[in-house]
């Protein structure tokens, strides 16, 4: 985290906009394919992780593994 609270960007824009469509797709499976309760769950929560990390433009695991996608470190 930065000094003024807010998390350094550590991902690409190509990174964001895949995250984003698996984030969606596993989404829209998770309500539509007739998984199990486990099956769905998962999905939807991976979804929605994806989904978030996407906005946020931080992945907390490339934080710890030192990984960037981006260009700028903002």
């Given at each position: 985290?930065?000094?003024?609270?807010?998390?350094?960007?550590n991902m690409g824009t190509l990174?964001?906009?895949?995250r984003a469509i698996v984030g969606?797709?596993?989404?829209?499976?998770?309500?539509?394919?007739?998984?199990?309760?486990?099956?769905?769950?998962?999905?939807?929560?991976?979804?929605?992780?994806?989904?978030?990390?996407?906005?946020?433009?931080?992945?907390?695991?490339?934080?710890?593994?030192?990984?960037?996608?981006?260009?700028?470190?903002?």
């Amino acid at each position: 985290m930065e000094r003024n609270g807010q998390m350094k960007k550590n991902m690409g824009t190509l990174d964001r906009v895949i995250r984003a469509i698996v984030g969606l797709v596993l989404i829209y499976l998770a309500f539509t394919a007739g998984w199990g309760t486990l099956g769905t769950a998962v999905a939807a929560i991976v979804g929605i992780v994806l989904l978030v990390t996407a906005a946020m433009s931080n992945c907390p695991a490339y934080s710890i593994l030192g990984v960037k996608t981006c260009d700028s470190g903002k």
